[in-house]
């Protein structure tokens, strides 16, 4: 339900509240950020949410006369970032008050999946105050994560799997550090299996991975996920009965993967210097690879992973297919499409964008777009179908 203007007013007036949180700036985006933590990982366990109120005075009274829509998209995007991992759930909103001051309101709910973490820190509230968690206090959250039965597919337990499954040096010495704080590993005195719950790759009540730690570091990934790599096929021409160039199953530990694929969308793409002048020339690319990169990234953390199929990547002579296993998730339609983003893998969405595979929630495709528009090519097409997604990429003429 809205926050109401008389509950408004009792925070605002709560200055011992757990619940809320007061800063005059509106630019201190540190601040923020820490706040929203905080408030999801709900420490005090209020099981309500918490209120960030920007533009207001240690004793709640408020200071501007005006939110202007800049503050309010600025303060929105905050969410898309990638700097709060898992992805937060916030909305913003500006409220009016008596005397013709406006404040921004951060509604921040709290996460079914803590520990949260901004820039590899867990912060929580305690009292009216906020601080970065103690080993003690971060093993709560994790504890507590387990309690929730309604997790993703990525966030469960992978059965009948062990820790012997996984390559623990690929998360020591290439996630880890990553995704943590040096000042935190650096206190860390914790056994892996807590290192890895902490990043909700390891499921300490069943003692096994995640299906995200078995996709990220498993030794065998696809013995447990069956549709955990991706099929690709070169053709000679525009149709499937045309002769096959290249033809390749890609799969292994998600990083493995990653890399294998940014280094063949490389070597497939065509190109050469094109003269723009009588003195200069230009290079040439049959497709941007940023784009081509992006969509397959885009299938890559979206596909339903409980589908056998693997993520289908075709490369034909006059357009390039990819096609992911699974419908549009969540509250993502072909009608609000690609603004409205749900994520069916939000533990690999975070890890990804540990891993510097995504710059920023939510442009990937637009990213490809742009990137399409530059080069000259016509823009990415997209068929919805209740078992897959298929994006559709032409040479550029």
Sequence with gaps: MPLSDEELAELLQDLESDRVERTESVGDTDKFCQAICAFSNDFPRNQRPGYLLIGVDNRGRPLRASVTDRLLTELGGLRSSG??????????????LEGGHEIA???????????????GRVWIRVGPRKAVA?????????????????????????????????????????????????????????????QLASLRFYDLPRQC????????????????????????IRFDGPEMSDDVRNDR????????????????????????????????????RSYPR????????????????????????YWFSDRVEIQSPGSLYGESTPENFPTQNAYRN???????????????????????????????SPRAEFKFDAHYVLATVRRRG
């Excluded at 700097?83 to 009016?96: D, E, S």
């Excluded at 206090?137 to 012997?164: I, M, N, P, Q, W």
């Excluded at 995640?210 to 690709?232: S, Y």
């Excluded at 292994?252 to 200069?280: F, M, Y």
């Design 134 to 194: 103690s080993e003690a206090e971060e093993r709560v959250l994790v504890e507590r994560r387990a309690s929730h039965d309604a997790r993703t597919f990525d966030a469960r337990a992978c059965a009948g799997s062990s820790l012997k499954d996984l390559s623990l040096g690929l998360f020591k010495n290439d996630y880890l550090p990553n995704a943590v704080s040096e000042e935190v590993l650096e206190e860390n005195h914790r056994e892996v299996r807590e």
């Design 209 to 232: 991975p995640t299906n995200a730690g078995i996709l990220l570091f498993g030794l065998e990934a696809q013995r447990w996920i069956e549709g955990a790599r991706v099929q690709f």
């Design 105 to 119: 309101v951060i509604e921040v709910l709290p996460s079914d999946m803590p520990p949260v973490r901004y820039e």
């Design 249 to 284: 199953s890609i799969s292994g530990d998600l990083l493995t993967l990653l890399r294998d694929l940014d280094r063949l969308i490389e070597q497939e793409i065509d190109s050469h210097p094109v003269a723009t002048s009588a003195l200069r020339e230009a290079p040439w």
């Design 290 to 313: 940023v784009a081509v990169r992006e969509l397959v990234m885009n299938a890559i953390m979206h596909r339903d992973y409980e589908a056998s199929g693997p993520i289908r990547f």
């Design 346 to 376: 939000p533990v690999l969405a975070e890890a990804m964008k540990v891993l510097g595979y995504v710059n920023r929630f939510g442009r990937g495709v637009a990213r490809a777009q742009d990137a399409l528009d530059k080069n000259g």
């Design 83 to 96: 700097k709060i991992q898992p992805l937060p759930m916030m909305t913003v909103q500006k409220r009016a």
